[in-house]
């Protein structure tokens, strides 16, 4: 939900207080570009970082419309979020959504692989 523009900054304000508070309850957003060193620490190797193409998360120009169904769906579930935003929360949401299906919507999000492995690899 980071590095979507444009959204005004109340809109972004308000969903960094919501990756705050769910990083505190133990889901962290920004967790792919932390993968390698929290995989290496747990006594995994790890034998390659991909950064791949996704088209709901990271993409630039207009979401397609099974897209912007998935995220209509994702923000039906983000009871987190819904507190956060209190009676903003219908407009966070539609302007979140506009923005996806705007000509000049530009992503900076990027949705990372780690491949690891734990112990011997028997080929």
């Given amino acids: 939900m980071f590095g979507h523009d444009p959204l005004s900054a109340r809109t972004t304000s308000l969903l960094t207080t919501w990756a705050n508070a769910a990083r505190a309850a133990g889901y962290d ?3 792919g570009r932390k993968l390698r060193d929290h995989l290496q620490s747990s006594g995994f190797t790890v034998s390659r970082m991909l950064q791949l193409e996704d088209q709901e998360l990271s ?3 207009p979401a ?3 897209v912007l169904d998935a995220w ?3 923000f039906s579930r ?3 979020l819904r507190d956060i935003c209190g009676p ?3 407009e966070v949401r539609e302007e979140f959504l506009g923005c996806l299906m705007r000509a000049d919507h530009n992503s ?5 692989c780690c491949i690891a492995n734990k112990g011997r690899v028997h080929v």
């Fill in 59 to 61: 993409f630039s120009g």
């Fill in 29 to 31: 957003c920004l967790m």
């Fill in 108 to 112: 900076l999000a990027k949705v990372y």
């Fill in 88 to 90: 903003n929360f219908d």
């Fill in 64 to 66: 397609r419309p099974d």
């Fill in 72 to 74: 209509r769906l994702r």
């Fill in 78 to 80: 983000m009871g987190l």
